[in-house]
């Protein structure tokens, strides 16, 4: 008897779980990928990412007032600078625009230019590349709208930047 009410408890247990799963799955909505090299310079200042084939921003989508979305952006990077010079690094902002208001959010953490994406390696060239990623979160303080997701690079010192074989994927 004791074994019985045991396995009933753990068979509760076990479907409770999986109702909590489910509700926390997310749905990936919007999803671009480029391949290939993006490269720029720090006279260049910040500049637009491409995120597709000639594709500067994603499709607009409606989010309701606050709703949270998440926006996973990868990219292979590489930082070319001066050799000997390991402290120069590629930031990016992933931005939504409200295209009803022109009203730009930097979506966090993204803001400023403290996050880097990826860094100088201390050899003259560009090598050292790496793959890597930066999940962003909108929604919260946002009115409601038809946004559209953009990202911006810039360098913190002299050299060049690149970005190649990128995707970007916005859930929620």
Same mark, same amino acid.
């Given at each position: 008897?004791?074994?019985?009410?045991t396995?009933?408890?753990?068979? *509760?247990?076990?479907v409770?779980?999986?109702?909590?799963?489910?509700q926390?799955?997310?749905?990936?909505?919007?999803? *671009?990928?480029?391949?290939g090299?993006?490269?720029?310079?720090?006279?260049? /200042?910040?500049?637009?990412?491409?995120?597709?084939?000639?594709?500067?921003?994603?499709?607009a989508?409606?989010?309701?007032?606050?709703?949270?979305? *998440?926006? +996973?952006?990868?990219?292979?990077?590489?930082?070319?600078?001066?050799?000997?010079?390991?402290?120069?690094?590629?930031?990016?902002?992933?931005?939504?625009?409200?295209?009803?208001? /022109?009203?730009v959010?930097?979506?966090?953490?993204?803001?400023?230019?403290?996050?880097?994406?990826?860094? +100088?390696?201390?050899?003259?060239?560009?090598?050292?590349?790496?793959?890597?990623a930066?999940?962003?979160?909108?929604?919260? /303080?946002?009115?409601a709208?038809n946004?559209?997701?953009?990202?911006?690079?810039?360098?913190?010192?002299?050299? +060049?930047?690149?970005?190649?074989?990128? +995707?970007?994927?916005?859930?929620?």
């Amino acid at each position: 008897m004791k074994f019985d009410i045991t396995l009933r408890k753990s068979a *509760i247990a076990a479907v409770l779980g999986l109702l909590a799963a489910t509700q926390a799955s997310a749905d990936a909505f919007i999803a *671009i990928g480029r391949p290939g090299n993006f490269t720029f310079s720090s006279a260049s /200042g910040t500049v637009a990412v491409p995120i597709g084939a000639g594709v500067f921003q994603t499709p607009a989508f409606f989010n309701f007032a606050g709703q949270r979305f *998440i926006v +996973s952006y990868t990219a292979e990077c590489a930082v070319a600078a001066a050799a000997g010079v390991t402290s120069t690094w590629l930031d990016v902002d992933v931005r939504a625009v409200n295209i009803g208001t /022109g009203q730009v959010f930097v979506l966090t953490p993204t803001g400023g230019t403290l996050d880097a994406l990826c860094t +100088s390696n201390g050899t003259a060239g560009s090598d050292g590349w790496q793959m890597n990623a930066v999940n962003a979160i909108g929604g919260p /303080g946002m009115p409601a709208g038809n946004y559209v997701v953009q990202v911006r690079a810039r360098l913190s010192g002299a050299g +060049s930047g690149h970005l190649g074989d990128t +995707s970007l994927v916005v859930w929620r």
